[in-house]
Every structure is written in structure tokens, then in C-alpha cells.
């Protein structure tokens, strides 16, 4: 499964790569990371036409998520990429506005990563 992270804050990488340490060494999972919905989305390019899963934050300088979902939904059809943002506690507009444009599943800050692995179906 290949799962695009999007985040302005550079140390999402390596939590990510440390909590699912064992996932990706066993190939179960590969993890690529843009730092900016306009960087996202470049990713995206080079990779016309496969499938992966997008965990964009909602807030970020530049392009926010809510806009990278608008996009992503609009122009990735075939497959369309699964979008779960994340947003913080309390963010109910932002929530509404996401569930409106698309978003496919919400997680909230602080991450619950064994909550996501569920959701991943990579419990083991």
C-alpha cells in the first residue's frame, strides 16, 4: 500500500517511519512525504494512475488541505486515491468543509497510530 503523507512539519516524517517501522520493512506499507499541498501534488503526478491512500493535515501554509482535497478529488479519478485528513480537536468548520469537498475518513491530532493501523487493516 503506498500512503502519501502531507504535513508542513518535517518530523511527521520520521514518527511515521518509526511507528510503522515493522510494516515497512516488511513491504507492507511504503511511505512517501510532501511537505506542502503544492508538493503533494507534484507526487501525485509522477504517479498517474495508481492507487494509494493520502493522510493530508488540514492546515498548512501555502496550499491547505482542504484545497489538496478539492484537487485530488477533482482530477484523480482512475483510481481515485483514498483522502483521510487530519485535523485538530475542536476544528468542526474545517471537518464540515472536508466531509463536503470528499474526504474519505478524518484522523485527529495527536495521531492514534495503533486507531490507524486499524483503519489500515494492518493489525497484526
Sequence with gaps: MKILVVDDEQDVKVLFEQRFRK???SSMVEFHFAFSGEEALQQLNRWEHEAILILSDINMPGMS???LLENVKKKYLKPPPVVMMIT???DEENYRIA???GADDFLT???DFSSLKE???LNS
Design 23 to 25: 510494516e515497512i520493512k
Design 119 to 121: 483503519k489500515l487493516n
Design 109 to 111: 491530532k495527536p495521531v
Design 65 to 67: 488541505g482542504l484545497q
Design 99 to 101: 466531509r463536503e469537498l
Design 88 to 90: 485538530a480537536y475542536g
